[in-house]
């Protein structure tokens, strides 16, 4: 089932999501939940998307990035943004730590706002404690592109988007980005930003 995701202005994008209990990460709704989720995330395309952004607030984020993902991209910016396909997995009641100093900036968008895109700087190294689908508990260390995908969802679980953290002067629509900035070096681009 193709779930609807909720747009920037939706309150339930800026609460604070709520942590889910073992015995309710183990109903067969959760389970379908999921299910749903994967679904919504590839129809999108997306690579990952979290409990908000189709209207509960709940401590949940599906994440995937497929080898699909990156076939329209060249090798240079796969290397820059250090991008590898991440199979799908589930992050639940998430506690994130940034493990570098260094802040890394690339274009990034949100399927809550569609159509835009900006810079924002991420920790190019993360570790995640959370629960798999199963209740389970597991450590995720996380870098490159990964890294920034997991600090977008669990931005989401918090009430945060990358609105928030982008620099503001590089906010740009798909259509801009294409043709300003699409395939350009981020040191080029940084450099050509006022
Ligand atoms: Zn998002």
Redesign the pocket.
């Known amino acids: 089932m193709i779930l609807k995701i909720r747009a920037v202005g939706e309150p339930v994008l800026r609460a604070r999501a709520k942590p889910m209990q073992s015995e309710e990460i183990l109903l067969p709704s959760t389970r379908e939940l999921i299910a749903a989720m994967r679904e919504t995330l590839r129809d999108a395309p997306g690579v990952?998307l979290?409990a908000p952004?189709i209207g509960l607030p709940l401590q949940l984020a599906v994440v995937e990035d497929r080898e699909e993902n990156m076939k329209d991209l060249t090798r240079e910016v796969l290397t820059e943004r250090e991008r590898k396909p991440v199979p799908f997995h589930v992050i639940i009641n998430p506690v994130l730590t940034l493990e570098s100093v260094a802040e890394v900036e690339f274009f990034e968008g949100?399927?809550?706002?569609p159509g835009l895109m900006a810079l924002v700087p991420r920790a190019r190294k993360v570790k995640v404690e959370c629960l798999d689908e199963h209740g389970q508990p597991k450590v995720i260390r996380g870098s490159g592109w990964y890294a920034r995908i997991l600090q977008?969802?669990i931005d989401?679980l918090l009430g945060t988007?990358?609105v928030d953290r982008m620099r503001s002067v590089s906010l740009c629509t798909l259509e801009n980005f294409s043709r300003h900035w699409k395939g350009k070096p981020i040191s080029e681009v940084k450099r050509l930003l006022p």
Do not use: D, R, V
């Open positions: 990952g979290a952004q949100c399927l809550s706002l977008h969802e989401h988007l990358y």
